[in-house]
């Protein structure tokens, strides 16, 4: 995306800050062909998306993440 931004070419390597400010690296081309189909994945679900809540896809199993993540209530009685 920064690249689509800019117009500089892809950067070889990309780097993540873990939660203890370890720094680790990575190849962009060892990972860049799995975002691009989760990209088109996610676009393909944002397309078919209709506003009915009926609609919307499952939430996974076992997704609470703790206090922070907690999942958010979506019917009118928590309003």
Do not use: N
């Not at 062909?33 to 998306?49: D, E, I, N, P, V």
């Not at 609609?55 to 999942?71: I, K, L, N, V």
């Amino acid at each position: 995306m920064l690249a689509a931004v800019t117009g500089e070419p892809i950067s070889e390597k990309f780097g993540i800050i873990l939660g203890r400010k370890d720094r680790v690296e990575f190849r962009v081309e060892d990972f860049i062909h799995y975002y691009r189909r989760l990209k088109q994945s996610f676009l393909t679900m944002q397309a078919g998306y209709t506003g009915d809540m009926a609609d919307r896809p499952d939430p996974m199993p076992r997704t609470e993440h703790g206090w922070r993540f907690a999942p958010v209530c979506l019917d009118a009685s928590c309003a």
